[in-house]
């Protein structure tokens, strides 16, 4: 990735973030802009989000994000327009990365234990 690329990414992150947030944000959720990944030719962005709605059913925000797309990115491009020629086609995906991370850290405890529970039938008969 070039520094254009990334400088440009983490301008779209703080950007879409605060949109989100401020017109695009149910009531009682929480959306986060965790990561934008830009294609080499600046004409794709796509946008892993974290949503945080307790007691709601988390996929009816993607939906509605994906459903209000056009308008989002009509609201970028008044932010950005004088940083670039062509607006960034949006693409939007749910980052499943603290997921991932609750999996291997449940992973390395279930190790944990099974090794600690060899460890200890070895020590007895030491004794």
Do not use: C
């Not at 254009?4 to 949109?19: A, N, Y």
């Not at 291997?104 to 060899?118: M, P, Q, T, V, W």
Request: hydrophobic letters at 30%.
């Amino acid at each position: 990735m070039s520094i254009r690329t990334e400088r440009l990414g983490s301008v779209i992150k703080k950007d879409l973030g605060e949109i989100l947030q401020r017109n695009y944000q149910p009531a009682g959720t929480f959306i986060t802009v965790t990561q934008v990944r830009m294609t080499d030719d600046l004409s794709i962005a796509k946008v892993y989000l974290s949503v945080f709605s307790p007691g709601r059913d988390e996929s009816s925000v993607y939906t509605f994000i994906d459903d209000h797309q056009d308008e989002i990115r009509y609201e970028l491009a008044g932010r950005i327009k004088n940083q670039v020629r062509r607006i960034p086609e949006l693409f939007f995906y749910e980052d499943d990365t603290a997921e991932y991370v609750n999996k291997i850290e449940n992973l390395f405890d279930k190790a944990r234990n099974d090794s600690s529970g060899k460890g200890d039938s070895g020590t007895d008969a030491k004794d």
